[in-house]
């Protein structure tokens, strides 16, 4: 029986959260043959999500090293990603959004003439050294691929502006939010007794994520001070703070926040504890490009600690608002939805821009659609 063999690509827990519906939608359908191969970039986190959505990769390159720069994941990357693909020959290689495992990857499928899909494509900051080397990585990408599944109508336009054909493009709003939605329960019980122990009916509660390379340094100070005032000024709220693995992220974050009662430094959380944890919080403050998609599906203004952000549909809908890295910036604009019910109501009820959970179901949609001459012989 012939079917479509499709070759999924991944190394991160961003790429794996946002990728597990769709292995699990080719998965469930006959019409083809899903191969997962995961070049594990990260390692702990990436198998967190694995375990969630429990996907078994048929291929782990396992490439992660201690201390490992971005040359070495490509230059990795490449070299086994070769052997795989020379061995499956895929019809199609899928790949996601912007780390070096995507562009590698991308490169990879193309000396071996494999078209390659872009899934959450077209998103652009416009400053190749923001997000670093996210930013470079997805424009890369963009011009390897044959195929563009666009989360939004603005990343179409920008694919456009970059002489994509439009016959290449497909609109299919963000997997994220196809995932998100799998996973949050209302009665959802954590682990961590330090979550429990948050009162979140009568204390209002920030979640931050804060770990990029460019606000390593000045910027992260910055940030974690400003928290750390908004919190001294005022008493009724508590902040949740799941540090990143990187020393330089806890180090900072155990420095300026350690003290405080009312900032809970807790270790990292899988996907699932996770989506429930910003489900139960008033605000998010992040420097993430992945929870300024998530976040709104679920109400919650986010407060970007960036200077840019690839995602301007957001802002332009009113859930997000990019509020920069500088200290005072960020404890003004946090203070104000704290205390200003007017703008939060604005923020937390406004359309999120990336979909509504079908993604997934496009991008299936679409493969069968122009694969359709290896199904003859499927019922």
Same mark, same amino acid.
């Given at each position: ?60 390159? +396992? !490439?992660?090293?201690? /201390?490992? @720069?971005?040359? $070495?994941?490509?230059?990795? #990357?490449?070299? &086994? ?86 016959? +290449? !493009?497909?609109?299919? /709003?963000? @997997?994220?939010? $196809?995932?998100?939605?799998? #996973?949050?329960? &209302? ?193």
């Amino acid at each position: 029986m012939n079917k479509i063999k499709v070759m999924t690509v991944f190394g991160t827990r961003p790429e794996a959260i946002k990728m597990a519906p769709l292995v699990k939608k080719l998965e469930s359908n006959n019409k083809f043959e899903s191969i997962v191969c995961v070049t594990a970039q990260h390692r702990e986190m990436l198998d967190m999500v694995l375990d969630l959505f429990n996907i078994s990769p048929k291929y782990d390159l +396992n !490439i992660m090293r201690h /201390g490992q @720069t971005i040359t $070495d994941i490509t230059n990795r #990357v490449l070299k &086994e990603l070769e052997e795989v693909i020379g061995k499956e020959k895929p019809d199609v290689l899928l790949v996601h959004g912007d780390t070096t495992t995507t562009f590698a990857a991308s490169l990879a499928a193309f000396y071996n003439k494999v078209p390659v899909g872009h899934v959450e494509a077209g998103l652009r900051s416009g400053n190749i050294y923001s997000p670093y080397p996210e930013e470079m990585n997805r424009r890369l990408t963009g011009t390897i691929a044959s195929i563009h599944f666009a989360p939004t109508n603005g990343n179409k336009e920008n694919l456009l502006n970059e002489n994509i054909s439009e016959d +290449n !493009i497909f609109i299919t /709003g963000n @997997t994220v939010i $196809d995932a998100l939605l799998s #996973v949050v329960n &209302e009665d959802y019980k954590f682990n961590d007794e330090k979550i429990n122990n948050v009162d979140f009916k009568n204390k209002k509660v920030i979640l931050l994520t804060c770990h990029r390379r460019e606000n390593w340094g000045k910027p992260m100070e910055n940030i974690f001070r400003a928290i750390k005032r908004v919190v001294i000024d005022n008493e009724n709220v508590e902040v949740i703070f799941p540090m990143h693995l990187n020393p330089k992220v806890r180090d900072c974050a155990k420095t300026i926040m350690g003290d405080m009662n009312r900032i809970h430094l807790i270790e990292p959380l899988d996907y699932e504890p996770f989506a429930n944890l910003m489900n139960k919080v008033d605000l998010v403050l992040t420097d993430s490009g992945g929870i300024q998609e998530e976040a709104p599906s679920l109400g919650k203004p986010v407060l970007v600690l960036r200077t840019e952000t690839e995602r301007p549909e957001a802002v332009s809908a009113g859930t997000v608002k990019v509020i920069g890295i500088n200290e005072k910036d960020i404890y003004e604009a946090t203070n104000i939805l704290l205390n200003n019910e007017e703008e939060y109501f604005a923020m937390a009820h406004a359309v999120n821009p990336y979909g509504d959970g079908k993604a997934c179901d496009k991008i299936v949609d679409y493969l069968l659609k122009n694969f359709d001459e290896k199904l003859d012989n499927i019922k």
